[in-house]
């Protein structure tokens, strides 16, 4: 049996918690389908975010969209958030089983 594989971008924004709101409603706006969001801890040259307390919270949120959509998504939070928050955004290309939902 062979699968038909859609391509499509998956955006990852790593951002401090308190932004998830936000993010959400930007996400939407932009026209995401969907996304997931998922607490996450780290570290980096900036130091260390165990999520101990609240606000050292990091969030992980992902968004496979098209790519057109993605990019738009990125503009808009490195945009918005990137000057006064700590943001890591990346791409990957997946293919997904059912495009209608993405």
Known sequence: MSLVKHPKSLLVIIAEANLEKLLIKDVQKLG???FT???VR???HSGLRE???EADRTIRMEVIADDHIADNIA???LE???KN???TLYFSSVSVLRPQKF
Request: proline fraction near 0%; charge should be negative; avoid cysteine.
């Open 32 to 34: 995401a389908a969907g």
């Open 37 to 39: 969001v998922v607490d």
């Open 85 to 87: 928050y700590g943001i």
């Open 80 to 82: 918005q958030y990137g």
């Open 51 to 53: 999520g101990t307390w």
């Open 75 to 77: 503009h808009q939070v």
């Open 42 to 44: 780290g570290g980096g």
